[in-house]
């Protein structure tokens, strides 16, 4: 908006008391990320001191604080503000969002543009287990973590075994007195990315600071390794059938128990689930002090859990890291056109316009909505380009007086079409229990049907065909006003910019012609003749 815009009012509303998301909220031991720390960063905006190449949540916080604090974002942001309700005015054009504030207090606040940012991972859910509030002793949740309660000694009930339960077994596990993992689906570990977890020098951070062009090409170098992992998302891809045996050795080696083995190792392709990159965690397991129960929990008891097979486990401590709700419904109310709610029309599959707009909700914008590609490669760049996108939507908007941009339904139909019809050769629609997708449909919704490339094409320019164009005047061409540019209404522009020696390859419309805003100059418009 910053860079686009030369006026306007922005208002980010968020729920927590600090900004960073899920990296925010999650503080449980050994929450870290899967991405390697150098391209975990915005594509402009590179850290030559993170302090490994797998960075903590704390870390990772702690940047985007400080790329707010730099570019000035914080004056934009109301946090402890979270938004209970939208409701789209046909009359006006405009949404109306309804706002709690710190003191319990709802505000309404008008708005042209709707933008939700609010991710995937940020809904988290306790297990369905019969009995759960009765337990005596700390329940935990891993998105929700209560950094008071102390695990040393402590005999440690953990629920799940995906990416947050990976991470954490192997931090608790030396301090306890005994972990018990409850892991109903096996799920394939990996080496990060082909690189074992490490910590940075200062002399390696010193020459990143000092050699910008060695940090540059580790950054491009890790980004093309990244790349790369795209192919054997494919179902009968060399690169998956390599993946399996690889991952498989891999497990069975640091495992070193046939029994144990068999059990965790799937059936299903790599990266039906997400890919779990687990340092130490199979290790754990084998620790003397853990048990691994394979079955479901029938019922929690004030000390602990009877399982399927009807014993009864006693714990200090329960860890429940039972992930979010990933079904792309809303939190709160989001009424659009014809007073359709988007959690009635998204019930049993989130229908998306290239998981950035919904039919029926004008103006109503997503990042990391659903089938973004969030597990295809390089997620940063991606989010980065819909942020372009949804701006150069916003600059047509205000330089051609359209009032809405609405995607059209039978575009909203084609893609799906699309979506569905490539998942059935990726192997995230395999046989595996995953939030990569639907619970009533069993449709892929939350990856994008391509790599993060494909994606960063497709929405590079907005089809505007694929939307209804509503506009504020009865003519279309209105906004053509009397017959002048803005170029020759600003005295701080050359109006002859595209004179030059040679064609020098670059556009003779340079972009800062898209960042006028037709309103600035109204007054200068009305007192020309």
Not at 272 to 277: A, D, I, K, N, Y
Request: proline share 6%; charged share 25%.
């Amino acid at each position: 908006m910053k860079t686009s815009f030369t006026d306007f009012t922005l208002d980010v509303f968020e729920k927590n008391a600090d900004i960073g998301g899920t990296w925010f909220e999650n503080r449980y031991p050994g929450c870290a990320c899967d991405v390697p720390s150098h391209i975990y960063t915005y594509s402009f905006e590179p850290k030559w001191d993170w302090s490994a190449n797998y960075p903590s949540s704390r870390e990772i916080c702690e940047y985007f604080s400080n790329f707010a604090d730099k570019y000035g974002l914080r004056g934009y942001i109301k946090l402890r503000h979270k938004i209970v309700g939208a409701r789209w005015d046909d009359d006006s054009s405009e949404w109306i969002i309804e706002v709690l504030d710190p003191h319990g207090n709802i505000f309404e606040k008008r708005s042209d543009f709707f933008i939700s940012a609010a991710g995937i991972l940020n809904s988290w859910r306790w297990p369905d287990i019969r009995g759960l509030n009765s337990f005596q002793g700390h329940v935990l949740h891993t998105a929700n973590w209560e950094e008071s309660v102390d695990l040393i000694g402590k005999r440690v009930g953990l629920i799940g075994n995906g990416s947050s339960a990976i991470q954490v077994l192997p931090s608790i596990q030396p301090v306890t007195e005994h972990v018990t993992t409850f892991n109903r689906n096996p799920t394939w570990i990996s080496t990060p990315w082909g690189e074992e977890y490490r910590t940075y020098s200062e002399e390696e951070k010193r020459e990143f600071r000092d050699k910008p062009g060695a940090l540059l090409k580790l950054r491009r170098d890790t980004e093309r390794g990244l790349l790369v992992f795209f192919p054997l998302l494919l179902r009968e891809s060399q690169a998956q059938k390599d993946a399996v045996q690889s991952v498989m050795d891999e497990m069975k080696r640091k495992i070193n128990d046939d029994d144990l083995a068999q059990k965790l190792i799937p059936d299903y392709p790599v990266g039906c689930r997400r890919l779990s990159p687990g340092p130490n965690y199979l290790e754990s397991l084998t620790k003397s002090n853990v048990t691994t129960f394979y079955g479901g929990i029938k019922e929690v008891t004030p000390t602990g859990c009877v399982t399927d097979d009807d014993q009864e486990h006693h714990f200090d401590v329960l860890i429940c890291a039972t992930g979010f709700d990933t079904s792309y419904r809303p939190q709160f109310p989001i009424v659009g056109r014809n007073e359709v709610d988007l959690r009635r029309e998204w019930k049993d599959e989130p229908r998306s316009y290239l998981g950035l707009a919904a039919h029926g909700f004008p103006n109503f914008f997503m990042l990391l909505g659903p089938n973004n590609p969030i597990g295809n490669g390089p997620l940063l760049i991606c989010m980065e380009l819909t942020a372009s996108y949804i701006a150069t939507l916003m600059n047509r908007w205000q330089k051609q007086n359209i009032r809405s941009f609405d995607p059209k339904k039978e575009a909203v139909d084609d893609f799906m079409e699309q979506k569905d019809l490539f998942m059935q050769k990726a192997v995230w629609s395999s046989n595996c229990k995953s939030w990569y997708k639907s619970g009533p449909t069993g449709k892929v919704t939350a990856v994008w049907p391509g790599s993060s490339h494909h994606y960063m094409e497709t929405v590079a320019q907005p089809r505007y065909e694929d939307y209804e164009i509503t506009y504020t005047t009865t003519n279309r061409f209105a906004y053509l006003g009397n017959g002048f540019s803005q170029m020759e209404l600003n005295p701080n522009l050359d109006p002859v910019h595209y004179i030059r020696e040679m064609d020098d390859g670059r556009s003779m419309f340079p972009e800062l012609m898209s960042t006028f805003n037709v309103k600035d100059i109204g007054d200068k418009l009305k007192n020309v003749s």
